[in-house]
């Protein structure tokens, strides 16, 4: 295991906040983030309150600060041994596991103030959708489905963003949380990829373990038909207008672009799908959504 590397963590709160924020990937929140909006601008029918706004966008990021921080913990043995994970800060010794365990609890604090501020059911909700979120993590050590747990975990995201604001939940949230369910659940077979020999060795679950890194391709493929579909059948369910079928159209090719970066031979491109197409689906899907409440109906 590297040793601890003080001038790279730094001595201020700052800096080792900023280690934090790094070690979780924080800027990533947008992947979760547009999806609640989502969720929350379809149940308001256009803009809801500023508290609403305010303590969704609170409730997301903490809520995804818990899941990325618990991971971060619960893993931290399989990271140092996992080349590709053994420099993240906590494995690699510049994070104390204290400090994460701090920034989980604070996480988890906040996340349950913020449903509080927002309804009783959000509230109620918020245990089981943080039992999800952390549970996910233990997962591959006993089953391949560990990808559609993980799914399951970011598809919280438009139904709380609609829960959040009607205080109850009905089938419309539920089918976009399918599709968000499907796109990330898909795209973690891809990722997984990355893994597949040290999976192997360690004896952890996955699809590509379980099957080769060409199955998983198409498993994430077949994901991704669900993703597409699913989000095309809300247009019509919510009368919503043109724009969407705009924004359908862009998110579904960038989805084939995402496919032809990878392939079994060649994962070298992974991170780019990752880091950036993901990233551009997901605003995407939610402005012209956003959009299409106010033009075309």
Not at 178 to 199: E, K, N, P, R
């Amino acid at each position: 295991m590297a040793t601890s590397h003080p001038q790279e963590a730094g001595f201020s709160p700052l800096s080792k906040l900023r280690l934090l924020l790094d070690s979780i990937r924080f800027e990533h929140t947008i992947f979760a983030l547009p999806f609640a909006y989502l969720g929350m601008a379809l149940a308001a029918d256009g803009l809801p309150t500023l508290w609403q706004f305010v303590w969704i966008t609170v409730a997301m990021a903490s809520a995804r600060t818990l899941a990325m921080s618990a991971n971060r913990i619960i893993d931290r043995h399989l990271d140092a041994q996992n080349p590709r994970t053994a420099s993240r800060p906590l494995p690699s010794g510049r994070l104390k596991l204290w400090e994460m365990r701090a920034m989980a609890l604070v996480s988890l604090a906040v996340f349950l103030l913020a449903a509080g501020m927002l309804n009783t059911l959000a509230l109620i909700l918020a245990p089981v959708a943080a039992i999800v979120v952390v549970g996910y993590s233990y997962t591959k050590r006993f089953t391949w489905t560990s990808h559609f747990i993980l799914g399951w975990a970011d598809g919280i995201a438009p139904a709380g963003g609609w829960i959040a604001v009607t205080g109850s939940l009905s089938w419309e949230p539920v089918l976009m949380a399918f599709a968000v369910a499907a796109w990330i659940g898909g795209f973690d077979m891809l990722y997984a990829c990355q893994d597949y020999d040290f999976d192997r060795q360690s004896g952890l679950h996955s699809i590509p373990q379980k099957w080769g890194i060409a199955a998983a391709l198409w498993w994430a493929k077949a994901m991704h038909v669900l993703t597409a579909v699913s989000l095309l059948a809300i247009g019509p369910w919510m009368g919503l207008g043109f724009p969407f079928y705009i924004g359908w159209a862009i998110a579904a090719g960038l989805l084939v672009y995402e496919h032809r970066l990878v392939s079994p031979n060649d994962l070298s491109r992974l991170n780019l799908a990752f880091f950036s197409v993901n990233g551009y689906i997901a605003v995407i899907v939610f402005v012209f959504t956003f959009a299409s409440i106010y033009v075309g109906r």
